[in-house]
C-alpha cells in the first residue's frame, strides 16, 4: 500500500502567519491527493481536491499544489477557525490518509 | 441541503455483532458510491469500506475484510456497515460520506464530501 506522511504533525502559528503543511507519498500519485480540515468533536470536512482545486465555499486563502509524491497545502493568512487538524488523503490505490497535522495557536 | 445521519453505534463486547446505517437526503443516492471511514479515539482517519452506486461492487480495507459487509438500499436512501467478529481495535468513531469517484476503478480521482457526524462504536469486555 502507498504510505502518505505529514509533516509536521503539529505547528503553532499567530493568527495571520502563512503555513504550509506538506504531503509526502511513497510512491508517485500523480495528483490523486486530497485535503481536509477537522475540528475537535466534529467530522473531517473537504477543503482541497484532485491536489490544487478548492471545494466549494472553502476560503480562497487555502491552497494546495504538488504532484507526484510531494503535496502541500497552505493556509496564506491564518485565522481563528483554521485552528484545526489537517489531513491528506490519497486515492491512487487503496484509499490511504496521511497521518494529520494538529495547528495549534501560538 | 445534503444530509448524512449515522446510528447504531454502541458498547459491544469483543467478537460480537452491530449494524451502523447511514440515512442520505439531499441528493440523487443512487448516483454516488458511499464510503465509511472510522477514527479510533486520539488517532488519526482509516478508510473502512466503499460501495458504488448501484451497489454491485464493494471495496475493503485489509483490516475488515471478512469481517464487515456494506451494503445498500436504494429505496431508503441508507448505506449499512454489519460489522461482525469485532475486535477491541475496531474501536472508533465511524462516519459515512459521499464518494465522488472519477472512474469506476483506481486509480482515479475520489474524494468524500459531505461526511456524516459519526456514530461511536467501542468494543469491550
Known amino acids: 500500500d502507498i504510505q502518505m506522511t505529514q509533516s509536521p504533525s503539529s505547528l503553532s502559528a499567530y493568527v495571520g502567519d502563512r503555513v504550509t503543511i506538506t504531503c509526502r507519498a511513497s510512491?508517485?500519485?500523480?495528483?490523486?491527493l486530497n485535503w481536509y480540515q477537522q475540528k475537535p468533536g466534529k467530522a473531517p470536512k473537504l477543503l482541497i481536491y484532485?491536489?490544487?482545486s478548492l471545494q466549494s465555499g472553502v476560503p480562497s486563502r487555502f491552497s494546495g499544489s504538488g504532484s507526484g509524491t510531494d503535496f502541500t497545502l497552505t493556509i496564506s493568512s491564518l485565522q481563528p477557525e483554521d485552528f484545526a487538524t489537517y489531513y491528506c488523503?490519497?486515492?491512487?490505490?487503496?484509499?490511504?490518509f496521511g497521518g494529520g497535522t494538529k495547528v495549534e495557536i501560538k | 441541503e445534503v444530509q448524512l445521519l449515522e446510528s447504531g453505534g454502541g458498547l459491544v463486547q469483543p467478537g460480537g455483532s452491530l449494524r451502523l446505517s447511514c440515512v442520505a437526503s439531499?441528493?440523487?443516492?443512487?448516483?454516488?458510491?458511499m464510503t465509511w471511514v472510522r477514527q479510533a479515539p486520539g488517532k488519526g482517519l482509516e478508510w473502512v469500506s466503499s460501495?458504488?452506486?448501484?451497489?454491485?461492487?464493494?471495496y475493503y480495507a485489509d483490516s475488515v475484510k471478512g469481517r464487515f459487509t456494506i451494503s445498500r438500499d436504494s429505496s431508503k436512501n441508507t448505506v449499512f456497515l454489519q460489522m461482525n467478529s469485532l475486535r477491541v481495535e475496531d474501536t472508533a468513531v465511524y462516519y459515512c460520506?459521499?464518494?465522488?469517484?472519477?472512474?469506476?476503478?483506481?486509480?482515479?480521482?475520489?474524494?468524500?464530501?459531505?461526511w456524516g457526524q459519526g456514530t461511536l462504536v467501542t468494543v469491550s469486555s
Open positions: 488523503q490519497q486515492s491512487y490505490s487503496p484509499v490511504g
Open positions: 460520506a459521499r464518494d465522488y469517484r472519477s472512474v469506476p476503478a483506481a486509480p482515479q480521482y475520489n474524494w468524500f464530501d459531505p
Open positions: 460501495i458504488s452506486g448501484n451497489g454491485d461492487t464493494t
Open positions: 484532485a491536489a490544487s
Open positions: 439531499g441528493f440523487t443516492f443512487s448516483s454516488y458510491a
Open positions: 510512491q508517485s500519485i500523480t495528483t490523486y
